[in-house]
């Protein structure tokens, strides 16, 4: 069971380029979450979705645009990254809302040099 | 404004013993309360939750207590094995008719020694 899958696991970006961050869960959930992890922070939740084709705004949602064209796929995508956003983002699914236990990938470490 | 607060960044105790992790949270509204479980360089793990409308919920070595009018829950682990040795977060549930979402806390490192 591959759960849900986040690509890539690492990547080092300039300030000012753009990447898309891919989730991937097989599942069937129908919610999917983009959180970002800081020292110190916790989990910050930046975009969530509750079906195909719905996007919501988080808690920090400045800077990050997210698509959710099919239901098993959610993308994150930062237009011109900033080193601010050097984080750990960890894709999330639940099977309905927030009370539904949710499922992490293992995340996606990114540096902005 | 941190809503959900784990004020303890970490936490030591011995194997066999009871663990006993804290988390306060500020927002009445609040319906619902997850535990996660975190080790290094993977996802978090859901560990046990509780309604609001309920003061304990029990799943085998864990416990988790939720005291409303004090806004606090805690986690109980009892007895304590080197394999809790990891990152406790809790979530709290906020719902309204645009929104379902989770809030966490900053985590507490666990660590279980021999």
């Known amino acids: 069971n591959a759960g849900v899958t986040q690509t890539p696991k690492f990547r080092v970006l300039k300030t000012g380029q753009s990447m898309t961050l891919l989730c991937a869960q097989d599942?069937?959930?129908?919610?999917m979450y983009w959180y970002r992890q800081d020292p110190g922070m916790g989990l910050r939740l930046i975009h969530y979705?509750?079906?195909?084709?719905?996007?919501a705004k988080g808690e920090v949602p400045d800077g990050y645009n997210v698509s959710r064209l099919k239901k098993q796929n959610f993308l994150l995508g930062l237009e011109s990254a900033a080193p601010s956003q050097t984080s750990v983002y960890f894709c999330?699914?639940?099977?309905?809302?927030?009370?539904?236990?949710?499922?992490f990938g293992d995340g996606t470490r990114l540096s902005i040099l | 404004d941190q809503q959900v607060k784990q004020n303890s960044p970490s936490l030591s105790v011995q194997e066999g013993r009871i663990s006993i992790l804290n988390c306060d949270y500020t927002?009445?509204?609040?319906?619902?309360f997850l535990w996660y479980k975190k080790y290094p360089a993977e996802g978090p793990t859901f560990l046990i939750s509780?309604?609001?409308?309920?003061d304990k919920n029990e799943d085998g070595r864990f416990t988790v207590f939720l005291n409303k009018s004090a806004k606090h829950l805690s986690l109980h682990i009892v007895p304590s094995q080197p394999g809790d040795s990891a990152v406790y977060f809790c979530?709290?549930?906020?719902?309204?008719?645009?929104?379902?979402?989770?809030?966490f806390g900053t985590g507490t490192r666990l660590q279980v020694f021999p």
């Open positions: 599942m069937n959930h129908e919610y």
């Open positions: 979705s509750v079906g195909e084709g719905t996007t």
């Open positions: 999330a699914s639940s099977f309905a809302g927030g009370n539904q236990p949710q499922h």
């Open positions: 509780i309604s609001s409308i309920k």
């Open positions: 927002n009445s509204m609040f319906d619902y």
């Open positions: 979530a709290a549930r906020v719902r309204s008719y645009n929104t379902d979402k989770l809030i």
